[in-house]
């Protein structure tokens, strides 16, 4: 526990090294970007589903996303990162893992404290679906770690994983209805509406509507919930989070011996 | 620091009295070294499909068993490449055995490398606590040593610097203070008895002599150095090509030592003479360093063997070619590699080693060696012709150089290591101050 919080702390401190506004940058980096994005989304492309809320939405989306896209793409890369200190030390070392993305998870609660203010001033109606946040959030954790561990283990062997990554997200970026809403894809009927139900199975999509619709727009987001009859459609994207778990620990840790040599 | 008294230090003949708190039992180690140049997906992918491993297998362990008892002070000796420092991370546990297994009882601290994940960025003081975390320790736990910690590293002004504006020595200090005050109690050290300088390294040297007396702190010790093994160890082990070569009393160890390095130094004399040798029968006139076209041979070997007491006369040949006259000189000079300097020399014109036959022929000569204490000593011989008219001084034709020249060691228990000259043949005798003031007297009356 004293190393991972030792860890965190040095990789937030490092973060803002040496610039002047310091740790306030961690606050002030996204309202900017969300301003710049309110503007440019909600008011000029006009891609939304003409529910007043629907800027809050797209926030909500695009931060928990980068959260994503932050613990895999800084995990991938933190044992070798870290490696001289594996090198020298014997302490567990899915800890410099969950360091990255214990990292992210703090940007990712800077960031919903600035969505929150926003939906606050969009008049969002919060309900007692709140409830279900812990859940869809520990959710979203577990199969960004997850897939951080399984890519931060292939990295170590093989560095073309990084590359990987990269296009790769980008693809389930889009493949993701965060950047345009689910709704406006299933009205069009036809072959779209069942490719957007096929995107719902993504469990980072899935958990990504749930948290939208959860927090701040029960009635327009679509989530697996409403849109599947069959229980099993519904379990889908939680068997899913479970099996690339289960896969990545293992993988994990049967490799995670090595790391030092291999290195 | 324990309190604990001096007389209960673990000995070379009551350790095994105590538990055992590291036991190393069969533990085999090999590497994967990539035979090809390029470790990405793509690589792996043409080995696949032809069929190949990509790899070849580094065995560096073999079979090394050895149990450390709490208390002791354990040196491990071994040549560069010879295993000792995967055994160390193998006992740190951050290499695994690939077959075999170590057990640790107690908390390990490892100092292998300096400054284990120091972070440039943040000051002494962050660095010291990430540094005692990673070695394990809480926050509360390093609060209680860093005083100790600081002290020792005698940084005190220095702590809420940034660790990038520390020279690399007062880098270095500081980890090593961390590693040896950390209240760990199994401690691993590699290599570290240069670090600092003299006063630093006389301060680790007092406490590595205090540590030693206390039985509850037990120290692994990797180095070359023969000597920091003979001063702090219990028991020591010399490991030799991955394999335990010899382990127990600390004397033994190190004669096997030095040992093995003069046989691996005549091995590596021997193949260059013979390459030589071969390179002149195929024509071409190459002669070893030294040497010349006058006399293409000249060479000094041991008879005797390469570790003697100094009761024993060492024995040794010179063999040479000379073809131009039968009035020439040999000069040996005797070279203490330990401490620096000619110690002895026959002279240039020594009548004693006047020779008298030319062409190729060996004299064999024996040296004593009582004066000495314990060190290592190279013998050089030079052929030398007189210069007509002048009785001072000899012409040099030739120097046996390299592998030449012969080595050999001086190992005796009732010796010293520092000093070149025993105590038994020479010692500083007390006067009264009588005998002083006439020796004073005697002076006054000299200058006068």
Redesign the interface.
Known sequence: MTVLRGLVKTDFKMRYQGSFLGVAWSVLKPVLLFVVMYIVFAKFLRLTDRTPTYPVVLLLGICSWQFVSETIGIGLRSIVDRGDLLRKVHFPNYIVVVSASIGSLISLGINYAVVFVFALFQHVEFTWRVLWLPLNLLELYIISLSLALLFATCYVYFRDIAHIWEVFSQIIFYAMPIMYPLSYVIDKGGVYASLAKLELLNPIAQTIQDIRHNLIAPATQPTVWNTFDSWWEKAMPFALVLCVACLSVYVFRRNSKRFAEVM | MSDAMPGDAVTIDNYEEQPVVLDVDHVDKW?KLPTEQS????Q?FINWTKGIKGYKRQHVLRDVSFQVHRGEFFGIVGRNGGGKSTLL?II?????PNRGSVHVEGK?V?F??LG??F?P??TGR?NV??N????????DEVDAMYDDIVEFAELEEFMDQKLKNYSSGMQVRLAFSVAIKAQGDILVLDEVLAVGDEAFQRKCDDYFTSIRQDPTKTVILVTHDMGAIKRYCTRAMFIQNGEVAAIGDKETVAERYTLANLDIMREEEARKAERLQQERSEGKAVYPNGLNARCPVLRTYAISPLVLTSDEKFCFAVEYEFNESDDFYLAIALHDIRRGGITFDTGAHNERFHMTEQGHHTVYFEMPLDLFNNGEFRLFTSLRTPIPGNTDTTDMVAVALDDNACTFAIRDPRNMDYALINTRVMQIEPITEEEALAVAAQTAANEA
């Open positions: 590497f470790t990405g997906l793509k792996a991370k740190s546990q951050i290499y695994y390990l490892p292998i490398e284990v994940g972070n960025e943040l962050e606590y990430l005692g975390a990673l070695l394990g320790f809480t926050h």
